[in-house]
């Protein structure tokens, strides 16, 4: 996978050559260019951004900065000014648990092609707080593309006709990364990529650890625990030291949905339940309500 940023601030984007982004750029599996907007900029000011029409805070950022960057990276042509980050800072840790274990990489088929659009043309991700809200669902399906650029603005966005007529070259996608705002894209774009490039097959050597993760089955991770068996007093469940993996199952199973219900109650309506997991959430249900009548 081929991944292109373009920012105003580039060296925002360092965390990109870090521990497991790193790791994939090191072993090939992704290549990554960042690239500062400012070299598109034109005039003796290199400015980027202008005042809105219609009035209001802040500024909004130009079209003609951004379409021919953008035309640009499309088309693959390196740009003067582009960075590559294919030489990853070496990271403190040697092989991992993921890269001992070697399980079999598995691909994740469906991709982000809506109706109309040209499978081949490349994946504009524009961050914005305005976007369709980003998740695991679509980290996998980008995780199959071939290209990714990111369009990462500043101020008060970026001039709507860029996205518009991206479209042309682009399979477009403005996405937020939760309700909240930030000042850039640049730290939304590192969430995204981090997301997307952990489901990349030989990224993570043990496939079992995105299979199993929050969200991939719709619930929360139940808790972990490793040694020592006591720590502070504390003292780990012991159904995790019987060694009946059902029984471990079981229980897990059973904290996933403990979990889910007290901190994201939402997520269940989207869950397939199995009749045990009905009757697990209904005991954990009345002993709420049973606690809420003391
Ligand atoms: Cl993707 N960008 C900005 N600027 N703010 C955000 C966001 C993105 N997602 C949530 N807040």
């Not at 994740?108 to 695991?136: C, H, I, K, M, T």
Request: net charge negative; hydrophobic share 40%; glycine share 10%.
């Amino acid at each position: 996978m081929r991944l292109d940023v373009v920012s105003i601030f580039p060296e925002y984007l360092q965390p990109l050559r870090h521990a497991l982004l790193g790791r994939a750029i090191e072993r090939g599996l992704i290549s990554v260019g960042v690239y500062d907007l400012r070299d598109w900029a034109t005039g003796v000011h290199k400015s980027v951004d202008d005042s809105p029409y219609g009035g209001g805070p802040g500024m909004v950022m130009k079209p003609e900065v951004w379409g021919p960057a953008l035309d640009e990276i499309a088309a693959g042509k390196r740009a003067g000014g582009a960075e590559q980050l294919d030489s990853a800072v070496q990271h403190i840790h040697g092989a991992t648990h993921d890269e001992l274990s070697g399980t079999v990489p598995q691909r994740y088929d469906d991709r982000d092609v809506l109706a109309g659009e040209d499978p081949n043309a490349p994946l504009l991700l524009v961050p914005s707080p305005a976007g369709a809200v980003f998740s695991q669902n679509k980290a996998q399906a980008w995780s199959n593309e071939d290209h990714i650029v990111f369009a990462c603005g500043r101020y008060e966005g970026i001039d709507q006709r860029v996205i518009d007529d991206a479209a042309h070259r682009y399979r477009v996608r403005e996405v937020s990364i939760g309700d909240y705002v930030l000042i850039g894209g640049e730290v939304a774009a590192l969430v995204i990529a981090e997301a997307i490039v952990r489901l990349i097959p030989g990224v993570l050597g043990n496939q079992r650890s995105h299979q199993e993760d929050s969200f991939s089955d719709g619930l929360l991770e139940a808790p972990s625990y490793t040694k020592p068996r006591v720590w502070r007093g504390l003292e780990i469940p012991e159904v995790l030291t019987s060694g009946h993996h059902g029984k471990v199952a079981q229980w897990r199973r059973q904290q996933a949905l403990l979990r889910t219900q007290s901190r994201r109650p939402d997520l269940l309506e989207n869950v397939e339940l199995s009749t045990a997991d009905r009757k697990i959430l209904a005991a954990i249900r009345e002993e709420a309500a049973g606690i809420g009548e003391n």
